[in-house]
Nanobody
Framework: QVQLVESGGGSVQAGGSLRLSCAAF????????MGWFRQAPGKEREKVAA???????YYADSVQGRFTISQDNAKNTVYLQMNSLKPEDTAMYYC???????????????????WGRGTQVTVSS
């Protein structure tokens, strides 16, 4: 069993930064597939970023150049550094994990095995 615990959400003004953390407990490790998703009210869930084998990454076009996904193997924790935040980044952000393959790094690779409960990010203009 795997448990994912997100933290780091909050409220920030446009142009600001936040760093989300996702601590993984259980049978999931640094080489597996870890991802961040978000869902705003009335909108579909969006895959924001993913990391696989610890180095290969995926970013949605909407966050490319502003968000960075990384991981600390020693802490079994994945981070999402979010810079230059925009009001349209406002959403509930979810961490997800899976025993991955290259699908992890694709836009439609969303069939993750494990999900966190989410952390709210609110960006005001």
């Amino acid at each position: 069993q795997v448990q994912l615990v997100e933290s780091g959400g909050g409220s920030v003004q446009a142009g600001g930064s936040l760093r989300l953390s996702c601590a993984a407990f259980g049978d999931i490790y640094s080489g597996d597939c870890m991802g961040w998703f978000r869902q705003a009210p009335g909108k579909e869930r969006e895959k924001v970023a993913a990391i696989y084998t610890g180095t290969s990454t995926y970013y949605a076009d909407s966050v490319q150049g502003r968000f960075t996904i990384s991981q600390d193997n020693a802490k079994n924790t994945v981070y999402l550094q979010m810079n230059s935040l925009k009001p349209e980044d406002t959403a509930m952000y979810y961490c997800a994990a899976s025993y991955g393959g290259n699908w992890c790094l694709t836009k439609f690779g969303t069939d993750f095995n494990y999900w966190g409960r989410g952390t709210q990010v609110t960006v005001s203009s």
